[in-house]
């Protein structure tokens, strides 16, 4: 019985080291050219910074004047989501958590988006690249 198990496991020895790697091998026009950087040396800023960014949006958004006399609205805060593209130019923005209920807030806040000027771009080792970034924007009656 145990000459059987010797047996058996040196054939299967014999099966094991017959196995040959698999070479994979990847065309370089086969990795997209459009790479979406997570994580960079440097982010993506506004000209001018924050508080240049808050004034752009102050200056710039209009309230939905539908909202305005409504009891139910106090304030609401969209969180939108955009690639700045290697150039700085804004492309792709999406609404990741908008105003339930209040939906001329969410499409005001891409109008905005769409309008702003050219940021800084991401850096990689010194180089400009395309990131995803994200960004609340406030909407408050008073």
């Not at 020895?13 to 979406?36: H, N």
């Not at 969209?78 to 593209?85: C, L």
């Amino acid at each position: 019985m145990i000459n059987v198990f010797y047996i058996l496991l040196l054939f299967s020895c014999f099966e094991i080291f017959s196995q040959q790697p698999q070479k994979i091998r990847v065309k370089r026009d086969s990795v997209p050219a459009t790479v979406v950087f997570t994580e960079s040396s440097e982010q993506p800023s506004f000209p001018g910074g924050m508080s240049e960014l808050h004034k752009f949006a102050a200056e710039n958004m209009i309230f939905p004047a539908a909202y305005k006399n409504d009891s139910l609205f106090k304030n609401c805060t969209v969180y939108v989501k955009f690639m700045v593209e290697e150039n700085g130019e804004i492309s792709n923005p999406q609404i990741i958590k908008g105003c339930f209920g209040f939906d001329a807030c969410d499409k005001e806040v891409l109008r905005l988006i769409s309008i702003m000027p050219r940021w800084i771009p991401a850096t990689v080792n010194g180089k400009p690249v395309r990131r995803a970034y994200s960004i609340p924007l406030r909407f408050k009656l008073q």
